[in-house]
């Protein structure tokens, strides 16, 4: 249990564990995400995992989207959301992968007690067959009007999310856009998705420095200082 909330995790888990420790998993993304958001928002949370920050949203927006490739751990985020249910947000969970382009890749089959689910990346050679679908041409995103908040934590994919996400961005009037980068693991260069961010209109500022470091992109006319009095980030921006 954390706060108001029953979550099923692997055991041995990171984020299961760290959810055992004040303050949880991730606690100024959660913020930040609350911040900017309220009961008619549409949450996007693209690499949900168990659903730890999607659930923690039920009740507190109108809409949120979890994507989760992976089956295993999609299988506990299914049934957190279940357990978690309010009358008050619906729900839809996608299983597959988005990038910039339509093709087919794979993960690897992890034993539930690996250290860290959230690690699991996309290899060609993996035994679990994925559709990478570019988030631009899914027909649930196609079909949505509105997006407040995006969420994107993918191991790695970050940029290809975001290139394959530019028209729905620009459809939506430019959302908020919480990112990690998780230099360990990633098939780009950060400075890439930086300058990216810049030329679709966006300012980019530090959320958490600890390792993977998260980040948000937000429209450059907006005051960051609503943010700030929430979830100070500091004066240090990417």
Not at 45 to 67: F, P, Q
Request: charged share 20%; aromatic share 8%.
């Amino acid at each position: 249990q954390f706060e108001n909330k029953q979550y099923h995790v692997f055991r041995g888990d990171s984020v299961g564990a760290t959810m055992l420790k004040p303050g949880g998993w991730e606690p100024r993304v959660h913020v930040v995400i609350t911040a900017l958001t309220d009961e008619k928002s549409v949450f996007v949370d693209v690499g949900a995992n168990i659903g730890y920050h999607s659930v923690r949203m039920l009740g507190k927006v109108e809409i949120v989207v979890a994507v989760e490739p992976h089956p295993l751990v999609r299988e506990v985020l299914n049934l957190n959301v279940a357990t978690n249910l309010s009358t008050t947000t619906r729900v839809a969970v996608l299983d597959c992968a988005l990038g910039a382009t339509r093709f087919d890749s794979a993960l690897p089959n992890m034993h539930p007690g690996h250290c860290n689910m959230g690690s699991i990346v996309l290899d060609d050679h993996g035994d679990i067959p994925v559709p990478v679908i570019p988030f631009d041409a899914h027909p649930l995103f196609t079909g949505i009007d509105r997006v407040t908040i995006v969420k994107i934590d993918c191991s790695g994919n970050e940029l290809q999310v975001v290139q394959g996400a530019q028209k729905c961005f620009e459809r939506w009037g430019q959302p908020f856009v919480v990112f990690a980068v998780e230099e360990g693991v990633n098939r780009y260069d950060p400075k890439e998705l930086f300058r990216l961010f810049r030329e679709m209109g966006y300012e980019i500022a530090c959320v958490d420095s600890d390792y993977p470091s998260e980040h948000l992109a937000y429209p450059t006319e907006f005051d960051l200082g609503k943010v700030f009095e929430v979830a100070p980030m500091g004066e240090n921006r990417v």
